[in-house]
Protein backbone atom coordinates (compact mmCIF):
# COMPACT_ATOMS: atom_id res chain seq x y z
CA UNK A 1 0.00 0.00 0.00
CA UNK A 2 1.07 3.46 -0.62
CA UNK A 3 -0.80 6.16 0.57
CA UNK A 4 0.19 10.17 0.50
CA UNK A 5 -0.78 12.36 3.34
CA UNK A 6 -1.64 16.22 2.65
CA UNK A 7 1.41 16.63 0.56
CA UNK A 8 1.88 20.15 -0.89
CA UNK A 9 5.05 20.82 -2.92
CA UNK A 10 5.60 24.74 -4.11
CA UNK A 11 8.65 25.93 -6.05
CA UNK A 12 9.84 29.02 -6.33
CA UNK A 13 10.17 30.65 -9.63
CA UNK A 14 11.09 34.14 -10.46
CA UNK A 15 7.24 34.65 -11.60
CA UNK A 16 6.32 34.01 -8.17
CA UNK A 17 5.23 30.77 -5.83
CA UNK A 18 4.17 28.03 -8.17
CA UNK A 19 2.13 25.28 -5.75
CA UNK A 20 2.81 21.89 -7.82
CA UNK A 21 0.70 19.75 -5.10
CA UNK A 22 -1.58 21.32 -3.00
CA UNK A 23 -2.06 19.45 -0.12
CA UNK A 24 -2.59 15.57 -1.98
CA UNK A 25 -4.48 13.02 -0.62
CA UNK A 26 -4.33 9.50 -2.12
CA UNK A 27 -4.30 5.58 -1.39
CA UNK A 28 -2.99 3.70 -4.10
CA UNK A 29 -5.26 0.41 -3.77
CA UNK A 30 -3.32 -2.99 -3.93
CA UNK A 31 -3.03 -5.10 -6.65
CA UNK A 32 -3.90 -2.48 -9.15
CA UNK A 33 -2.20 -0.05 -11.98
CA UNK A 34 -2.71 3.42 -11.61
CA UNK A 35 -2.02 5.60 -14.55
CA UNK A 36 -1.72 9.44 -13.79
CA UNK A 37 -1.89 11.99 -16.19
CA UNK A 38 -1.43 15.66 -16.51
CA UNK A 39 -1.03 18.18 -18.61
CA UNK A 40 3.39 19.04 -19.17
CA UNK A 41 4.42 20.97 -16.27
CA UNK A 42 1.75 19.80 -14.22
CA UNK A 43 3.96 18.23 -11.37
CA UNK A 44 4.13 14.78 -12.51
CA UNK A 45 7.33 13.86 -12.93
CA UNK A 46 7.94 15.52 -9.01
CA UNK A 47 4.74 13.75 -7.55
CA UNK A 48 6.55 10.21 -9.00
CA UNK A 49 9.71 11.64 -7.11
CA UNK A 50 7.60 12.22 -3.91
CA UNK A 51 5.83 8.65 -4.14
CA UNK A 52 9.40 7.49 -4.74
CA UNK A 53 11.10 9.21 -1.37
CA UNK A 54 13.82 10.84 -4.12
CA UNK A 55 12.19 14.07 -3.02
CA UNK A 56 11.11 15.31 0.29
CA UNK A 57 8.01 17.13 -0.39
CA UNK A 58 7.40 20.97 1.52
CA UNK A 59 4.87 19.46 3.94
CA UNK A 60 3.11 15.74 4.58
CA UNK A 61 3.97 12.10 3.87
CA UNK A 62 4.41 9.14 2.55
CA UNK A 63 3.69 5.87 3.90
CA UNK A 64 4.49 2.57 2.24
CA UNK A 65 4.60 -0.50 2.62
CA UNK A 66 6.61 -3.32 0.49
CA UNK A 67 9.71 -2.66 -2.07
CA UNK A 68 9.07 0.34 -4.06
CA UNK A 69 11.18 0.81 -7.14
CA UNK A 70 13.14 4.30 -7.88
CA UNK A 71 10.78 5.98 -10.83
CA UNK A 72 11.97 4.57 -13.70
CA UNK A 73 12.68 6.25 -16.46
CA UNK A 74 15.25 7.65 -19.27
CA UNK A 75 17.44 9.07 -17.13
CA UNK A 76 18.22 9.57 -13.31
CA UNK A 77 20.15 6.69 -11.63
CA UNK A 78 22.83 6.19 -13.55
CA UNK A 79 26.35 7.24 -13.80
CA UNK A 80 26.76 7.49 -17.75
CA UNK A 81 30.31 6.77 -17.61
CA UNK A 82 29.86 3.56 -15.87
CA UNK A 83 28.78 0.50 -18.01
CA UNK A 84 25.20 -1.21 -17.55
CA UNK A 85 27.15 -4.15 -16.07
CA UNK A 86 28.64 -2.10 -13.49
CA UNK A 87 25.45 0.19 -13.05
CA UNK A 88 23.43 -3.54 -12.31
CA UNK A 89 25.64 -4.84 -9.78
CA UNK A 90 25.68 -0.95 -8.03
CA UNK A 91 21.51 -1.20 -8.16
CA UNK A 92 21.80 -4.96 -7.05
CA UNK A 93 24.01 -3.90 -3.94
CA UNK A 94 22.22 -1.37 -2.56
CA UNK A 95 18.76 -2.88 -2.68
CA UNK A 96 20.95 -6.04 -0.85
CA UNK A 97 19.97 -8.28 -3.94
CA UNK A 98 22.50 -10.64 -5.54
CA UNK A 99 24.55 -9.26 -7.41
CA UNK A 100 25.54 -12.13 -9.93
CA UNK A 101 21.36 -12.43 -10.46
CA UNK A 102 20.65 -9.00 -10.95
CA UNK A 103 23.81 -8.86 -13.79
CA UNK A 104 22.87 -11.96 -15.53
CA UNK A 105 19.33 -11.06 -15.68
CA UNK A 106 19.60 -7.43 -16.94
CA UNK A 107 22.34 -8.79 -19.17
CA UNK A 108 19.83 -11.52 -20.77
CA UNK A 109 16.68 -9.06 -20.46
CA UNK A 110 17.74 -6.05 -21.62
CA UNK A 111 19.14 -7.59 -25.20
CA UNK A 112 21.38 -4.77 -25.00
CA UNK A 113 24.35 -7.18 -26.32
CA UNK A 114 27.45 -5.91 -26.57
CA UNK A 115 26.53 -2.28 -25.67
CA UNK A 116 25.67 -4.63 -21.99
CA UNK A 117 29.92 -3.67 -21.35
CA UNK A 118 29.71 0.11 -23.10
CA UNK A 119 29.08 2.87 -20.61
CA UNK A 120 25.64 4.52 -20.41
CA UNK A 121 26.84 8.16 -22.28
CA UNK A 122 27.09 5.76 -25.53
CA UNK A 123 23.32 4.55 -25.75
CA UNK A 124 20.37 5.96 -27.48
CA UNK A 125 17.25 7.53 -24.90
CA UNK A 126 15.37 3.66 -25.87
CA UNK A 127 17.93 1.73 -24.98
CA UNK A 128 18.83 3.46 -21.60
CA UNK A 129 14.86 3.13 -20.90
CA UNK A 130 15.60 -0.46 -21.95
CA UNK A 131 18.37 -1.26 -19.37
CA UNK A 132 16.69 1.42 -16.73
CA UNK A 133 13.25 -0.91 -17.01
CA UNK A 134 15.18 -4.23 -16.68
CA UNK A 135 17.43 -3.35 -14.00
CA UNK A 136 14.51 -2.68 -11.91
CA UNK A 137 12.75 -5.82 -13.32
CA UNK A 138 15.75 -8.36 -11.51
CA UNK A 139 15.13 -6.59 -8.38
CA UNK A 140 11.49 -7.89 -7.83
CA UNK A 141 9.54 -4.67 -6.68
CA UNK A 142 5.87 -4.67 -5.22
CA UNK A 143 5.45 -0.70 -6.87
CA UNK A 144 6.90 -0.10 -9.93
CA UNK A 145 7.06 4.06 -10.07
CA UNK A 146 7.41 4.65 -13.77
CA UNK A 147 8.26 8.29 -15.50
CA UNK A 148 6.90 8.15 -18.76
CA UNK A 149 6.84 4.39 -20.08
CA UNK A 150 8.93 3.17 -23.13
CA UNK A 151 7.79 4.56 -26.05
CA UNK A 152 10.55 4.51 -28.25
CA UNK A 153 12.16 1.60 -28.68
CA UNK A 154 9.87 -0.82 -31.18
CA UNK A 155 6.76 -2.56 -30.67
CA UNK A 156 7.93 -6.19 -29.99
CA UNK A 157 10.59 -5.17 -26.89
CA UNK A 158 7.26 -3.08 -25.56
CA UNK A 159 5.17 -6.03 -26.18
CA UNK A 160 8.11 -7.63 -23.82
CA UNK A 161 8.01 -5.18 -21.03
CA UNK A 162 4.26 -5.26 -20.73
CA UNK A 163 4.32 -9.33 -20.82
CA UNK A 164 6.73 -9.05 -17.65
CA UNK A 165 4.48 -6.51 -15.57
CA UNK A 166 1.73 -8.86 -17.09
CA UNK A 167 3.14 -11.63 -14.91
CA UNK A 168 3.84 -9.82 -12.05
CA UNK A 169 0.42 -8.31 -12.15
CA UNK A 170 -0.62 -10.33 -8.71
CA UNK A 171 2.04 -9.48 -6.48
CA UNK A 172 3.03 -6.23 -7.97
CA UNK A 173 1.32 -3.20 -9.39
CA UNK A 174 2.49 -0.09 -11.47
CA UNK A 175 2.14 3.36 -10.94
CA UNK A 176 2.81 5.51 -14.28
CA UNK A 177 2.73 8.53 -14.97
CA UNK A 178 2.15 10.44 -18.48
CA UNK A 179 0.52 12.77 -20.35
CA UNK A 180 -0.15 10.84 -22.97
CA UNK A 181 -3.67 8.97 -22.29
CA UNK A 182 -2.95 5.84 -24.80
CA UNK A 183 -0.08 4.82 -22.63
CA UNK A 184 -2.48 5.27 -19.79
CA UNK A 185 -5.64 3.35 -21.28
CA UNK A 186 -2.75 0.43 -22.91
CA UNK A 187 -1.14 -0.18 -19.06
CA UNK A 188 -3.59 0.87 -16.41
CA UNK A 189 -6.65 0.10 -14.52
CA UNK A 190 -7.94 3.10 -13.22
CA UNK A 191 -6.54 6.70 -13.51
CA UNK A 192 -5.87 9.88 -11.58
CA UNK A 193 -5.64 13.58 -13.35
CA UNK A 194 -2.69 15.91 -11.71
CA UNK A 195 -4.78 19.80 -12.39
CA UNK A 196 -3.96 22.88 -10.79
CA UNK A 197 -2.27 20.99 -7.96
CA UNK A 198 -5.10 18.38 -7.11
CA UNK A 199 -4.56 14.71 -7.42
CA UNK A 200 -8.32 12.94 -8.52
CA UNK A 201 -8.79 9.23 -8.36
CA UNK A 202 -11.01 8.03 -10.60
CA UNK A 203 -12.65 4.36 -10.92
CA UNK A 204 -13.15 4.41 -13.95
CA UNK A 205 -10.82 4.64 -16.51
CA UNK A 206 -13.10 6.09 -19.22
CA UNK A 207 -14.57 8.68 -16.94
CA UNK A 208 -10.68 9.90 -15.98
CA UNK A 209 -9.99 9.61 -19.57
CA UNK A 210 -13.10 12.01 -20.80
CA UNK A 211 -11.96 14.39 -18.61
CA UNK A 212 -8.16 14.24 -19.49
CA UNK A 213 -9.27 14.94 -23.27
CA UNK A 214 -11.53 17.92 -21.72
CA UNK A 215 -8.57 19.51 -20.36
CA UNK A 216 -6.60 18.90 -23.01
CA UNK A 217 -8.81 21.03 -25.21
CA UNK A 218 -9.22 23.65 -22.87
CA UNK A 219 -5.85 24.34 -22.22
CA UNK A 220 -5.26 24.48 -26.35
CA UNK B 1 9.43 -7.63 3.59
CA UNK B 2 10.95 -4.11 4.03
CA UNK B 3 8.70 -1.19 5.36
CA UNK B 4 9.87 2.21 3.96
CA UNK B 5 8.06 5.55 5.00
CA UNK B 6 9.09 8.89 3.22
CA UNK B 7 9.77 12.04 5.29
CA UNK B 8 8.23 11.23 8.44
CA UNK B 9 9.64 9.06 11.27
CA UNK B 10 8.66 5.51 11.72
CA UNK B 11 8.92 4.42 14.98
CA UNK B 12 12.61 3.83 16.43
CA UNK B 13 12.96 0.16 17.27
CA UNK B 14 16.06 -1.49 17.68
CA UNK B 15 15.26 -3.66 14.44
CA UNK B 16 14.23 -0.59 12.51
CA UNK B 17 18.03 1.43 13.41
CA UNK B 18 19.73 -2.24 12.56
CA UNK B 19 17.92 -2.30 9.38
CA UNK B 20 18.44 1.49 8.26
CA UNK B 21 21.99 0.72 9.55
CA UNK B 22 22.28 -2.30 7.39
CA UNK B 23 21.15 -0.33 4.38
CA UNK B 24 23.36 2.68 5.30
CA UNK B 25 26.80 0.37 4.94
CA UNK B 26 25.50 -1.83 1.66
CA UNK B 27 24.76 1.53 0.01
CA UNK B 28 28.20 2.96 1.20
CA UNK B 29 30.04 0.43 0.34
CA UNK B 30 28.15 0.45 -3.03
CA UNK B 31 29.59 3.98 -3.60
CA UNK B 32 32.96 3.50 -2.54
CA UNK B 33 33.17 0.50 -5.19
CA UNK B 34 31.68 2.87 -7.93
CA UNK B 35 33.92 5.72 -6.66
CA UNK B 36 37.04 3.42 -7.06
CA UNK B 37 35.44 2.56 -10.54
CA UNK B 38 34.67 6.05 -11.59
CA UNK B 39 37.92 7.13 -10.64
CA UNK B 40 40.08 4.40 -11.30
CA UNK B 41 39.10 2.23 -13.88
CA UNK B 42 38.69 4.18 -17.23
CA UNK B 43 42.55 4.32 -17.03
CA UNK B 44 44.87 1.50 -16.19
CA UNK B 45 47.22 3.97 -14.76
CA UNK B 46 45.02 5.52 -12.30
CA UNK B 47 45.79 3.74 -9.07
CA UNK B 48 49.72 4.15 -9.81
CA UNK B 49 49.19 7.80 -10.62
CA UNK B 50 47.70 7.64 -6.61
CA UNK B 51 51.25 6.73 -5.82
CA UNK B 52 53.58 8.83 -8.72
CA UNK B 53 51.68 11.92 -7.55
CA UNK B 54 53.68 11.87 -3.78
CA UNK B 55 56.18 10.82 -5.29
CA UNK B 56 56.67 13.40 -7.51
CA UNK B 57 56.16 15.94 -5.30
CA UNK B 58 58.23 14.40 -2.18
CA UNK B 59 61.52 14.15 -5.29
CA UNK B 60 60.62 17.67 -6.32
CA UNK B 61 61.05 19.13 -2.55
CA UNK B 62 63.79 17.37 -1.86
CA UNK B 63 65.33 18.12 -4.79
CA UNK B 64 64.98 21.73 -3.90
CA UNK B 65 65.92 21.95 -0.24
CA UNK B 66 68.90 19.31 -0.66
CA UNK B 67 69.98 22.27 -3.32
CA UNK B 68 69.38 24.96 -0.62
CA UNK B 69 71.07 23.76 1.47
CA UNK B 70 73.97 21.35 2.26
CA UNK B 71 73.76 20.89 5.67
CA UNK B 72 71.07 19.08 7.26
CA UNK B 73 70.32 20.65 11.27
CA UNK B 74 67.17 18.86 12.12
CA UNK B 75 69.35 15.30 11.55
CA UNK B 76 65.88 14.02 10.22
CA UNK B 77 66.87 12.35 7.07
CA UNK B 78 65.48 14.94 4.00
CA UNK B 79 63.33 12.15 1.94
CA UNK B 80 61.53 10.80 4.98
CA UNK B 81 61.36 14.33 6.23
CA UNK B 82 59.38 15.75 3.45
CA UNK B 83 57.76 12.10 3.44
CA UNK B 84 56.34 13.06 6.50
CA UNK B 85 54.84 16.47 5.93
CA UNK B 86 53.55 15.96 2.26
CA UNK B 87 51.42 13.14 2.25
CA UNK B 88 49.75 13.51 5.58
CA UNK B 89 48.99 17.13 4.57
CA UNK B 90 47.50 15.60 1.29
CA UNK B 91 45.60 13.43 3.68
CA UNK B 92 44.01 16.90 4.52
CA UNK B 93 43.79 18.83 1.68
CA UNK B 94 42.98 16.12 -1.30
CA UNK B 95 40.26 14.68 1.18
CA UNK B 96 38.36 18.34 1.19
CA UNK B 97 38.82 18.40 -2.22
CA UNK B 98 37.59 15.45 -3.28
CA UNK B 99 34.41 15.31 -1.54
CA UNK B 100 33.40 18.71 -1.97
CA UNK B 101 31.79 17.93 -5.90
CA UNK B 102 30.31 14.86 -4.15
CA UNK B 103 26.71 16.15 -4.23
CA UNK B 104 26.79 18.03 -7.41
CA UNK B 105 28.53 14.83 -9.38
CA UNK B 106 26.38 12.23 -7.66
CA UNK B 107 22.88 13.62 -8.71
CA UNK B 108 21.22 11.21 -10.42
CA UNK B 109 21.83 8.67 -8.01
CA UNK B 110 19.44 10.69 -5.28
CA UNK B 111 16.58 8.96 -7.62
CA UNK B 112 17.35 5.83 -5.47
CA UNK B 113 15.64 7.12 -2.08
CA UNK B 114 17.84 4.95 -0.10
CA UNK B 115 21.42 7.19 -1.23
CA UNK B 116 21.32 10.18 0.88
CA UNK B 117 23.95 13.35 0.43
CA UNK B 118 25.80 11.92 3.42
CA UNK B 119 26.37 8.68 1.49
CA UNK B 120 27.67 9.95 -1.67
CA UNK B 121 30.13 12.47 0.51
CA UNK B 122 31.01 10.38 3.14
CA UNK B 123 31.65 7.26 0.55
CA UNK B 124 34.30 9.61 -1.65
CA UNK B 125 36.33 10.64 1.84
CA UNK B 126 36.35 7.13 3.01
CA UNK B 127 37.99 5.98 -0.64
CA UNK B 128 40.20 8.94 -0.72
CA UNK B 129 41.75 8.32 3.14
CA UNK B 130 42.54 4.78 2.07
CA UNK B 131 44.19 5.34 -0.47
CA UNK B 132 46.27 8.00 1.23
CA UNK B 133 47.23 5.88 4.14
CA UNK B 134 47.85 2.88 1.88
CA UNK B 135 49.93 5.14 -0.21
CA UNK B 136 51.90 6.53 2.94
CA UNK B 137 52.49 3.02 4.20
CA UNK B 138 53.56 1.56 0.63
CA UNK B 139 55.98 4.70 0.60
CA UNK B 140 57.84 4.54 3.41
CA UNK B 141 58.02 0.91 3.17
CA UNK B 142 60.13 1.77 -0.24
CA UNK B 143 62.26 4.60 1.22
CA UNK B 144 63.22 2.03 4.19
CA UNK B 145 64.18 -0.50 1.14
CA UNK B 146 65.89 1.45 -1.15
CA UNK B 147 67.44 4.97 0.45
CA UNK B 148 67.36 5.00 4.36
CA UNK B 149 66.55 2.74 7.06
CA UNK B 150 63.28 3.74 8.83
CA UNK B 151 62.63 3.34 12.41
CA UNK B 152 59.43 4.48 13.28
CA UNK B 153 59.50 5.97 17.17
CA UNK B 154 56.14 5.75 17.28
CA UNK B 155 53.74 3.92 15.05
CA UNK B 156 50.96 4.67 16.99
CA UNK B 157 50.99 8.65 17.43
CA UNK B 158 52.01 8.58 13.34
CA UNK B 159 48.43 6.59 13.05
CA UNK B 160 46.96 9.39 15.75
CA UNK B 161 48.50 12.29 13.76
CA UNK B 162 46.86 10.79 10.27
CA UNK B 163 43.93 9.98 12.08
CA UNK B 164 43.59 14.02 12.90
CA UNK B 165 44.35 15.30 9.60
CA UNK B 166 41.80 13.18 7.95
CA UNK B 167 39.48 14.10 10.41
CA UNK B 168 40.35 17.95 9.28
CA UNK B 169 39.92 17.04 5.76
CA UNK B 170 36.49 14.80 6.21
CA UNK B 171 34.93 18.22 8.17
CA UNK B 172 35.73 20.91 5.45
CA UNK B 173 34.43 17.96 3.40
CA UNK B 174 31.20 17.43 4.49
CA UNK B 175 30.82 21.65 4.90
CA UNK B 176 32.48 22.51 1.26
CA UNK B 177 30.14 19.86 -0.16
CA UNK B 178 27.02 20.97 0.98
CA UNK B 179 27.35 24.23 0.25
CA UNK B 180 28.78 24.30 -3.40
CA UNK B 181 25.66 22.93 -4.89
CA UNK B 182 24.28 26.28 -3.92
CA UNK B 183 27.68 28.07 -4.44
CA UNK B 184 30.07 26.70 -6.67
CA UNK B 185 32.79 29.67 -6.47
CA UNK B 186 33.19 28.06 -2.49
CA UNK B 187 35.64 25.37 -4.60
CA UNK B 188 37.84 28.41 -5.71
CA UNK B 189 38.17 29.14 -1.58
CA UNK B 190 39.25 25.82 -1.25
CA UNK B 191 41.88 25.81 -3.58
CA UNK B 192 43.03 29.16 -3.89
CA UNK B 193 42.39 30.28 -0.40
CA UNK B 194 43.19 27.07 1.95
CA UNK B 195 44.84 24.25 -0.07
CA UNK B 196 48.04 25.83 -1.62
CA UNK B 197 48.24 28.72 1.26
CA UNK B 198 48.16 26.04 3.91
CA UNK B 199 50.59 23.92 2.17
CA UNK B 200 53.15 26.69 2.06
CA UNK B 201 52.85 27.73 5.92
CA UNK B 202 51.84 24.63 7.75
CA UNK B 203 55.34 23.56 8.28
CA UNK B 204 55.43 21.06 5.66
CA UNK B 205 58.95 21.98 4.52
CA UNK B 206 60.52 23.05 7.96
CA UNK B 207 60.45 22.51 11.61
CA UNK B 208 58.54 24.99 13.75
CA UNK B 209 61.62 25.70 15.81
CA UNK B 210 63.67 26.70 12.92
CA UNK B 211 61.17 29.62 12.30
CA UNK B 212 62.11 33.17 13.35
CA UNK B 213 59.70 35.05 15.63
CA UNK B 214 56.90 36.35 15.79
CA UNK B 215 56.27 34.11 12.69
CA UNK B 216 56.37 30.97 14.59
CA UNK B 217 53.94 32.44 16.88
CA UNK B 218 51.50 32.92 14.02
CA UNK B 219 52.14 29.49 13.19
CA UNK B 220 51.94 27.87 15.94
CA UNK B 221 47.66 28.95 15.89
CA UNK B 222 47.33 26.51 12.77
CA UNK B 223 46.22 23.03 14.20
CA UNK B 224 47.63 21.58 10.69
CA UNK B 225 51.30 23.02 12.07
CA UNK B 226 50.72 21.21 15.17
CA UNK B 227 49.50 17.60 13.81
CA UNK B 228 52.61 17.48 11.55
CA UNK B 229 55.55 18.62 14.83
CA UNK B 230 53.81 15.79 16.56
CA UNK B 231 53.48 13.75 13.89
CA UNK B 232 57.63 13.84 13.20
CA UNK B 233 58.01 13.97 16.80
CA UNK B 234 56.50 10.18 16.95
CA UNK B 235 58.18 9.57 13.82
CA UNK B 236 61.49 10.40 14.51
CA UNK B 237 63.89 8.97 17.18
CA UNK B 238 66.54 12.26 16.93
CA UNK B 239 63.12 14.55 16.51
CA UNK B 240 61.45 15.88 19.42
CA UNK B 241 59.41 19.21 19.02
CA UNK B 242 58.88 20.93 22.00
CA UNK B 243 55.93 22.83 20.27
CA UNK B 244 53.70 20.36 18.65
CA UNK B 245 50.58 20.62 20.91
CA UNK B 246 47.93 16.76 20.74
CA UNK B 247 45.27 18.43 22.63
CA UNK B 248 45.07 21.96 20.75
CA UNK B 249 44.98 19.60 17.37
CA UNK B 250 42.65 17.14 18.63
CA UNK B 251 40.09 20.14 19.67
CA UNK B 252 40.35 21.12 15.71
CA UNK B 253 40.30 17.90 14.75
CA UNK B 254 37.02 17.54 16.48
CA UNK B 255 35.59 20.61 16.49
CA UNK B 256 36.52 21.12 12.19
CA UNK B 257 34.45 17.28 11.57
CA UNK B 258 31.56 18.27 14.52
CA UNK B 259 30.83 21.71 12.46
CA UNK B 260 31.35 19.90 8.81
CA UNK B 261 28.84 17.31 9.69
CA UNK B 262 26.62 20.19 11.45
CA UNK B 263 26.54 22.12 8.60
CA UNK B 264 25.96 19.46 6.11
CA UNK B 265 22.73 18.36 8.55
CA UNK B 266 21.63 21.93 8.05
CA UNK B 267 21.93 22.13 4.35
CA UNK B 268 21.42 18.56 2.72
CA UNK B 269 17.24 19.62 1.87
CA UNK B 270 18.86 22.78 -0.11
CA UNK B 271 21.56 21.13 -1.15
CA UNK B 272 19.56 18.53 -3.15
CA UNK B 273 16.66 21.07 -4.69
CA UNK B 274 19.52 23.46 -5.54
CA UNK B 275 20.61 20.73 -8.35
Known amino acids: MIK ?3 ITKRYRTSAGVNTVLNNVNLTF ?8 LGLNGAGKSTLIRI ?6 PDTGFVVSKGRVSWPLGYTGGFQTNLTARENARFVARIYGESTEYVEAFTQEFSELDEYFDEPLRSYSAGMRARFAFSVSLACNFEYYLVDEALETGDARYREK ?10 HASVILVSHNEQTIRRNCDMAAILHDGNLTLYDDLKEALQFYSFLQTRAA | MQETSASYAPKLTLASIVDALNTQSRVIGALVLRETKTRYGEHKLGFLWA ?3 PIMMVSIFVALFSALRSDNPSGMPLVTFMLTGIVPFTL ?4 MQQMQGAISSNKQLFAFPQVTTFDVIIARGILEVLILAGVFAFLILMVDISLVEVRIESPLGVLAGCCLLAMMGLGMGFAFASI ?3 MPSIRQVSSALLGRPLFLSSGLFFTVGS ?7 YMLYNPITHVLECLRSSFFYEFESPYGDWGYATIWAVTMLAAGLLIHQAMRRRAIVGL
Do not use: H
Open chain 2, 180 to 182: SPL
Open chain 1, 51 to 56: IGDAEP
Open chain 2, 92 to 95: FRST
Open chain 1, 161 to 170: FRLAFEERRA
Open chain 2, 51 to 53: VLE
Open chain 2, 211 to 217: VPQPFRE
Open chain 1, 4 to 6: LVN
Open chain 1, 29 to 36: PVGKSVGI
